[in-house]
């Protein structure tokens, strides 16, 4: 398994966008080999990336695409799960839970691992007073689903989920991930994937005004002072 840097004080580690992607997929990994029934990641870009599933490279543009956005500065990385292309920069906080799941339970299903990531983070949210917190879709966000975090229905948290099953039995390996911009302009990162979308010749086009940061709802959060108890809240969940 590929050795995960220790978190630092505040549970938020620092890494480049490619060592986060291995280091949540190496959490994945724990619980799929029997060695923990938890493991939680919470880990903020050192640099940038655009990052997409594998099927993005079956398009006839791609090859120029790649080459348009790795001269703006924009390298393209894979992930595992679905959706369209997401940026990863020093703006995005993301958080992973991984959990083992009982087939049979309450707990192995996509729905429940939506919320056991979501509602925690809503609750955070509220408890630091921002208002109309709920989980729902946000038409022309990137990337869009049924259970981004919104504030006043503009996404700030996308989730996503894989599944695999543990070594030698039924149970299954859940990892379910959350990536929330929490500084600048969120416009900025939205162009950039519709430059994308633009480069491969896609005509869907995804609108800043679908989008929120978190310092526009509370402009001066110190996030590595109260991510912790974000962290907390997702540790303790039932």
């Known amino acids: 398994m590929t050795a995960v840097p220790p978190i630092d004080e505040n549970g938020l580690q620092r890494l480049s966008v490619e060592a986060g992607l291995a280091a949540e997929e190496a959490r994945l990994e724990a619980i ?15 640099d940038r990336a655009l990052v997409m ?29 679905g959706g369209t292309p997401v ?23 996509l729905e429940w691992g939506y919320h056991r990531l979501g509602d925690p983070w809503c609750d955070w949210l509220a408890s630091l007073g921002v208002e109309a917190v709920d989980l729902g879709e946000a038409p022309g966000a990137y990337c869009d689903g049924r259970f981004n ?24 390996a859940m990892l379910v991930h959350g990536a929330m911009q929490v500084s600048g302009d ?21 609108l800043a005004d679908s989008h929120v940061a978190l310092a526009d709802a509370l402009p001066g959060l110190d996030i590595e002072a109260t991510l912790p108890e974000l962290l907390r809240r997702l540790a303790n969940a039932p």
């Open 186 to 206: 969120p416009a900025e990162l939205v162009e950039v994937v519709n430059a994308f979308q633009n480069a491969i010749g896609d005509p869907q086009r995804f």
């Open 32 to 46: 799929c080999q029997g060695e923990s029934h938890a493991e939680l990641l919470a880990w903020t870009p050192l």
């Open 53 to 81: 599933p594998r099927r993005h490279e079956r398009t006839e543009g791609f090859p120029a695409a790649r080459q348009a956005l790795r001269e703006r500065g924009w390298p393209i990385l894979f992930r595992a799960t």
């Open 149 to 172: 975090v919104r504030i006043g229905g503009r996404k700030l948290v996308g989730t996503a989920q894989r599944w695999r099953r543990v070594r030698g039995c039924r149970d299954m």
């Open 87 to 109: 940026p990863q920069c020093a703006s995005v906080v993301n958080v992973a839970l991984a959990l083992r799941c009982r087939v049979g339970s309450s707990a192995a299903h």
